[in-house]
């Protein structure tokens, strides 16, 4: 119970809750977001973070997973489809980087250099979600269908590299799988779309979890405080999700995975000023952050000219974002 009051424990089950409201309000960031948190406060060895994070994810991502599949949001032929290749590759993915080195530290560095740059791909493809979705604006949108044709192999192929970046790094698992879902299946509605991957992600976590338990134990002090504050914060999210602009909080959430992306590539060892420039390196981490926040609108709007819509205005990111969704009912008009 000690363990439970210390300051440590204290920050991680902080961290925990305030991801997880943002997990519980926008349905995406949860080890993206989580691992890194974790990582940069120093709570512990980044494999035992990677494993914690896993372990609360399995137990989060489960009751998420019962709501949908109780209102029948799920496709469960697509979702076994994707289970019978991100499971085995889940599983196997722990054991291919411990099959790379022994020694604790270079096992660290390999592991940030995987997460972060699996952080600059959950954020690339938020932007390649909403590109995908305003080409789907300027078509009308396709014609909707929640019972695809199932198209088996490259269905697999999705599976088994979501299966593979999740065993790694834990980040991935709605990001990576959810882009690739949309691209398959563009008539699949949203909310069939997240219940699809809140199925097929909790055999793929517990997959991960139980691989890197296996190899490198589960830290009891890392878990507790971790489910704790993270499952209350994820249910006060969804409770505020209606009620809070999610387009903003998504944005900011790009610009911190890229963020922590690239800080956790300097971290792994990428010094592109030498050793000893850590100065260097956070500027060039906040400058990161300050050229997003001013030239990404700025390439938005070139893009949206490029396809016959103003720089600025309707359809909003918002609109174009939530495309498809039962709530989404005027961007087909004013497109």
Known sequence: MDDLLTLTALSIAAAGFFVGIVVGLTGMGGGALMTPALIFLGVGHTSAIVTADLTAAAVYKTGGAITHAREGSP?????????????PMAFV????????????????????LCIGIALLFAASTYALRLYIN???VRRGGALPDDNPRIRPLPTLLVGMLGGLLVGVTSVGSGSVIMIALLMLYPGLSAVRLVGTDLVQAVPLVLSAALANIAIHGLEWSLVIPL???????????????PRVPQSYIRRGIVI?????????????????????HETAEALVVAGIGVAMLVLVPLVWGLIRRRHDLPMFGAPTVAEIE?????EQTTVRNEA
């Not at 939530?322 to 039962?326: A, E, H, I, V």
Request: hydrophobic share 45%; charged share 15%; proline share 6%.
């Open 75 to 87: 496709n469960l032929k697509l979702a076994g489809w994707l289970i019978l290749g991100s499971v």
């Open 93 to 112: 993915g722990p054991w291919l980087v411990k099959a790379l080195t022994d020694d604790p530290t270079e096992l660290e560095k390999t592991l940030k």
């Open 134 to 136: 305003l080409k789907r």
């Open 227 to 241: 489910v704790i504050g993270s499952v209350p914060g994820t249910l006060i999210g969804a409770r505020l999700a």
């Open 256 to 276: 911190v995975l890229t963020m922590s992306g690239v800080a956790l590539l300097f971290k792994a060892g990428l010094h592109p000023f030498g050793e000893g």
């Open 322 to 326: 939530s495309f498809g969704s039962p």
